[in-house]
């Protein structure tokens, strides 16, 4: 038996049933999981924890499942990453990076939602599952929906780089490229969802699905020895990631796992989608729409569903908001390879980029310990780095031709 005592309307407060919904019928407000606190905290403790499996499902009685877990058995519990070399790049004391680039599946913090979305697809009794994606939702649910044994319809930008395209492909899904934006696929499958009875993971499944994302904050929590950090830098899309590692700082205080809560947190977005850096720079709560352009298409959601509790989280939090170019983006990508041998996906670039941006500007302090959430591994969007790399030395076969370039390198 779990623990979710219902779900409940981010904007008037009525409650509802554990069922396949996710808007309030009143409001139309946002339904989220709510949580018997009361008896988690008897049950779940820094040692209960200790004991466990190291996946995501260590923290599985402040997950949305009855049961037991039923899928992504292998996901979660990614390093972090104590980056001295980019720190000092920087010229900042403490930096770690939060690496989902590995230990997933699909290699993107996607994994823990998507599990956390199956599961309770099984609970529920579906036997299809769908998505709408920028592509790495695409991927993680080809994939786990694959080993899950269900039927899957993954729809996608046409634009959608070729590498994430044929990355979802290799596990047989449908998969369905629509000629538009993120947003316009998105509403696309509202409608579906609602003639279709399928478990689309952000939509009828969403309070579900988003909440395998605290899983990154309750990690960084125990993997800084049970403490949360100043600050912390999150990549932003439709905003749920970084309102869900804030809600997980929140539920390990809650229950006692976490004496004092002192982290600020800060939104990263590309200039080129930022509506929710935009209204936190601006100052309100009103999220513009904007049409996507940047070469962070993970991230290129022009209308973002939790665009306004993101806003709100940064400014409960005394965070800031910041938005950086495609080119920063690229040398970001860059600096935290050769620094620290993370290959981060242009999503990763916009949180370093950020983070650079934050020290310098003084939001971010020399000497408080500051995590950078990396959600998505760079062998998914290598495009983004086609001529800016380093060059490659070509050479005929003998020692002449190798001490030349040898001697122009020292040069």
Known sequence: MGYVNGLKCRECGREYPVDPIYVCEFCFGPLEAVYDYKNIKRVLTRKSIEKREKNLW?????????????????????????????AKVLGIKELYIKDDTVAHPTLSFKDRVVAVAFTKAKEFGFDTVACASTGNLAHSVSAQGAKAGF????????????????????YEPNLIAVDGNYDEVNRLCSEIANKYKWAFVNINIRPFYAEGSKTMGFEITEQLGWESPDNVVVPCASGSLLTKVWKAFKEFKEIGILKELKTKVFAAQATGCSPISAAIKSGTDVIKP???????????????ADGFYATQVVRETGGYGEDVSDDEIIEAMKLLAKTEGIFAETAGGVTIATTIKLIEQGKIGGNETTVACITGNGLKTQEALLGHTAEVHHIKPNMNAFEEILEKIAD
């Open 290 to 304: 904007v049409k996507p352009d940047t070469v962070a298409k993970s991230l290129a959601i022009g209308n973002p």
């Open 151 to 170: 039927k899957r319809f993954v729809f996608i930008p046409a634009t959608l780089e070729q590498s994430k395209i044929v990355a979802s492909l290799v």
């Open 58 to 86: 260590r923290y599985k009685e402040l997950l949305p499942i009855d049961g037991e877990p039923q899928v992504g058995l292998k996901s979660g519990f990614t390093p972090l990453i104590k980056a001295d070399n980019l």
